[in-house]
């Protein structure tokens, strides 16, 4: 079996499980978490340094809600992504999460004659939604590849983030060429540096 099929097989196999243990936490704990998570990011200092724009995203069934960034960052411009074909995501200004309609898959989505597009590399710092996590900066998306093709035209000086919960937290993830590396994951124990091998 080829090597690309191996890897294809892992991701297969880690989604259903990792899907399983987030269908088990109920949803005053993913609340709670979100909360967390955006107090560590309003609160780092580092993370801002230069930062102008932030590219975010509109929660789906069992991720963190980063929405109250909206209240704890108002000095920042927060950009949604929109779904487009060929699997391509654009960036749009939004200045508040109300202002949204339901899109691809019924995900929260910026109407592009109401949210000004932002040029990717124009985006000082993603915070990416995943499946799971590798310590080592590794991540395990939905399977569309919408973010690896997207992190590809960012600019050299921004950083992407993962944003979980700790059970979505492994020590590395499989990956294949093409899959993108985060520069660490903020989850309800804080700010975490990826540690790369």
């Not at 993913?30 to 929660?59: D, M, P, R, Y």
């Not at 960052?73 to 309609?101: G, K, W």
Request: with cysteine.
């Amino acid at each position: 079996m080829a090597e690309e099929d191996i890897t294809l097989n892992e991701k297969r196999h880690l989604r259903t499980h990792v899907r399983e243990l987030l269908n088990n936490v109920p949803p005053h704990q993913i609340e709670t978490i979100s909360a967390t998570v955006c107090s560590h990011i309003a609160g780092s200092g580092n993370l801002f340094k230069n930062v102008k724009t932030i590219a975010v995203f509109s929660a789906h069934g069992k991720e963190v809600d980063l929405s109250s960034l909206h209240l704890l960052t108002p000095n920042i411009q927060l950009a949604y992504p929109l779904c487009h074909a060929e699997r391509q995501l654009s960036f749009h200004i939004v200045a508040s999460p109300d202002t949204m309609t339901p899109g691809t898959w019924g995900i929260l989505e910026p109407v592009p004659d109401r949210h000004p597009v932002v040029h990717i590399e124009e985006i000082d710092l993603f915070l990416c939604p995943g499946l799971a996590f590798g310590q080592d900066g590794t991540r395990l998306g939905h399977g569309g590849g919408y973010y690896d093709r997207a992190l590809t035209k960012k600019s050299p000086t921004a950083e992407a983030w993962g944003i979980g919960m700790d059970i979505q937290m492994l020590d590395r993830i499989a990956c294949d060429a093409h899959d993108q590396l985060m520069n660490g994951v903020i989850t309800e124990s804080g700010i975490i540096p990826a540690t790369p091998d």
